[in-house]
Antibody, heavy 120, light 110 residues
Framework: QLQLQESGPGLVKPSETLSLTCTVSGGSISSSSYYWGWIRQPPGKGLEWIGSIYYSGNTYYSPSLKSRVTISVDTSKNQFSLKLKSVTAADTAVYYC????????????WGQGTLVTVSS | QSALTQPASVSGSPGQSITIFCTGTSSDVGSYNLVSWYQHHPGKAPKLMIYEATKRPSGVSNGFSGSKTGNTASLTISGLQAEDEADYFCCSYAGSSTWVFGGGTKLTVL
């Protein structure tokens, strides 16, 4: 059974860089059938797509976050990562990683999510 | 790229049916049949319930169905059960390998 697990600091100071890693177990991140994505949910608000990455390293970002986001992949560790720079309180959210299966164009496996708070 | 529009809340009694609408634009929902729906119990991982607007993954109850007309997609839950109480989000492909979510709908089973 495929599992995704987010990890990283739960508290980040304003203006600094938020860094999270998603570890994939029970399957290979290097499959051509999938993209790997990051999604977030601010408190009391809806989900927001941040971006996704293919195992080859091709990345796709939300236009609204593109200037601050970097997603990378480490196939040797079966992990992909998110960096969001110059964070503010508005970036406080539960961050999820997920698998997007191209054949169905949907996110069929998700991590449990990790809360990241931006505060000094 | 704006969020898709969903009602903040819906409610229904056990055994009844409810429908949640998800309205986008001609740039997302209206242009692609790539709408998916997710059930989210707080503190848990979201679960895929519908993909490609109308298709149900294996293991999802046939009480869940989806449809799409123009710029609006919908999720219908028939035979409501207590365990269906959750938040529901729609998501649509928006072109150029980008995706957009709805604001979410809280379903209360009375």
């Amino acid at each position: 059974q495929l599992q995704l697990q987010e990890s990283g600091p739960g508290l980040v100071k304003p203006s600094e860089t938020l860094s999270l890693t998603c570890t994939v177990s029970g399957g290979s991140i290097s499959s051509s059938s999938y993209y790997w994505g990051w999604i977030r949910q601010p408190p009391g608000k809806g989900l927001e797509w941040i971006g996704s990455i293919y195992y080859s390293g091709n990345t796709y970002y939300s236009p609204s976050l593109k200037s601050r986001v970097t997603i990378s992949v480490d196939t040797s560790k079966n992990q992909f990562s998110l960096k969001l720079k110059s964070v503010t309180a508005a970036d406080t959210a539960v961050y999820y990683c997920a698998r997007l299966t191209t054949a169905i164009a949907a996110l069929d496996y998700w991590g449990q999510g990790t809360l990241v708070t931006v505060s000094s | 790229q704006s969020a898709l529009t969903q009602p903040a809340s819906v409610s229904g009694s056990p055994g009844q049916s409810i429908t949640i609408f998800c309205t986008g634009t001609s740039s997302d929902v209206g242009s692609y049949n790539l709408v998916s729906w997710y059930q989210h119990h707080p503190g848990k991982a979201p679960k895929l319930m519908i993909y490609e607007a109308t298709k149900r993954p294996s293991g999802v109850s046939n009480g869940f169905s989806g449809s799409k007309t123009g710029n609006t997609a919908s999720l219908t839950i028939s035979g409501l059960q207590a365990e269906d109480e959750a938040d529901y989000f729609c998501c649509s492909y928006a072109g150029s390998s980008t995706w957009v979510f709805g604001g979410g709908t809280k379903l209360t089973v009375l």
